[in-house]
């Protein structure tokens, strides 16, 4: 279950007056940890823990337009292939929950994000999308359900629908592992961007396979940053020997913010 889970507004008198919705979505600075897992019934799932970060992030506002059919979108910029297609899936899922006939509309996307860096920004702009959609029909979506609709638009994403608590999740099923806590250690990050700063397709990166000695190496680097999280002092760094996908083109170093 995805925490802090909320309940629909129910406002019905919104349904034909207020056609017009915005959502807002913040965005990371990549995986603090990133890898394959076991799941509580012991099978394999690639997970990841999600750096967060304040500041830049993805706008949307979407106005409905019904009598049109669904597939007549307007979008602006008219390149967010992945914010479009969250479009459509969340009017379908808000116009089932208030039993009107889907529709189509206009979608414009605004933010501050670098793109194609690995800081999250096509997640950014789904969850802004899918949190415009649903203001739009006066409804305010639960976390597990921004979750689905974000992996069925992108195949994967991360966390950025849930609240400041650190989790293991599964970015390619839209579903949390483990809670680790409360919050991350304190922590200064550096970051720079690598190669000219030229963007990365992450999903169209190589997956690497596997093996039990992996997974066995990955569940240690849970159990260290459990523990790091349950006692607020910050795990021991590492370098892995390759990007892993989802990584996107950027390096970061991480230390302790206290002496």
Not at 53 to 73: D, I, V
């Amino acid at each position: 279950m995805i925490p802090a889970a909320r309940r629909a507004l129910p406002d019905a008198d919104r349904r034909g007056a207020d056609r017009r919705g915005a959502g807002h979505a913040s965005c990371h600075h990549g995986e603090i940890l990133q890898g394959v897992f076991l799941d509580a019934a012991g099978r394999r799932c690639a997970g990841l823990v999600t750096l967060p970060m304040s500041g830049p992030g993805s706008r949307a506002e979407f106005t409905r337009r019904p009598g049109t059919p669904p597939e007549q979108l307007a979008v602006l910029p008219g390149d967010r292939t992945k914010a479009a297609r969250a479009a459509v899936l969340a009017v379908e899922e808000c116009a089932r929950r208030r039993r009107e006939t889907p529709c189509g509309g206009e979608l414009r996307i605004t933010g501050d994000i670098p793109v194609g860096l690995g800081m999250g920004s096509s997640t950014s702009d789904v969850i802004a999308v899918v949190r415009a959609v649903a203001d739009s029909y006066g409804l305010l979506l639960s976390p597990d359900a921004v979750a689905r609709l974000a992996v069925r638009a992108e195949l994967a994403c991360d966390p950025l629908m849930l609240d400041a608590r650190p989790v293991l999740f599964a970015q390619r099923e839209g579903r949390v592992l483990e809670v680790l806590g409360r919050r991350l250690p304190p922590l200064v990050v550096v970051g720079c961007a690598l190669g000219g700063g030229a963007p990365v397709d992450t999903l169209a990166l190589p997956a690497r396979v596997h093996d039990d000695t992996d997974v066995r190496a990955f569940e240690r680097l849970r159990t260290l940053l459990r523990r790091a999280v349950a006692t607020g002092t910050p795990p021991c760094s590492a370098r892995s020997r390759r990007p892993a996908p989802g990584a996107g083109n950027r390096s970061c170093a991480t230390r302790s913010s206290t002496p």
